[in-house]
Nanobody, 114 residues
């Protein structure tokens, strides 16, 4: 059974930082491309950051220079370091893993107060 479990969300003031983690089980983590998406109320889910099995990374323009994605294949975990948070970063953040098919976590809420 495949599971992606996110953690690290919460309430933070604007300008603050949070670190999200997503730990996977039931998959060969190292071959999966991993990504973080977010969805704000009334909006479509959008890609925040992604990292391939080879370590290639891309970011949404809105988070470049503020967010950093990384992975630890020894711990089956992908991270999203979020700095200089803004109220518009408020959303449910979802982890996904893709290799032939895509798996999703249950999401973790990030709320940034102004």
């Amino acid at each position: 059974q495949v599971q992606l479990v996110e953690s690290g969300g919460g309430l933070v003031q604007a300008g603050g930082s949070l670190r999200l983690s997503c730990t996977a089980s039931g998959i060969i983590f190292s071959i999966y491309s991993m990504a973080w998406y977010r969805q704000a109320p009334g909006k479509q889910r959008e890609l925040v950051a992604a990292i391939t099995s080879g370590g290639s990374i891309n970011y949404a323009d809105s988070v470049k220079g503020r967010f950093s994605i990384s992975r630890d294949n020894t711990k089956n975990t992908v991270f999203l370091q979020m700095n200089s948070l803004k109220p518009e970063d408020t959303a449910a953040y979802y982890c996904s893993g893709q290799y032939r098919r895509t798996y999703w976590g249950q999401g973790t809420q990030v709320t940034v107060s102004s």
